[in-house]
């Protein structure tokens, strides 16, 4: 897993009734890109984080230089 500061961690439930976590990453501690990572989740809290099988990286979106909407 490889992930840049301001990717967005998305953990799966792994159980009923846990729900989807989802996060910014604010901190890649790991060697080029890899876990552990700081994420604020949306919740508000700041977590140090070692993703399992169960979480996917997002990449931040790339900004749209054209200008266009």
């Known amino acids: 897993m ?3 500061v301001g990717d967005r961690l998305l953990v ?3 159980a ?3 729900p989807d976590r989802m996060g910014e990453i604010v901190e890649v ?3 080029t890109g890899g876990p552990p990572y700081l994420v ?3 919740d508000g809290h700041t977590r140090l984080v070692f ?3 169960d979480a996917v990286v ?3 979106p790339a900004d749209d230089a054209s200008g266009s909407v």
């Open 40 to 42: 604020r989740f949306d």
């Open 29 to 31: 501690r790991g060697r």
């Open 2 to 4: 490889q992930a840049t």
């Open 51 to 53: 993703p399992g099988p």
């Open 16 to 18: 009923v009734g846990h």
């Open 58 to 60: 997002e990449p931040r």
């Open 12 to 14: 799966h439930g792994n």
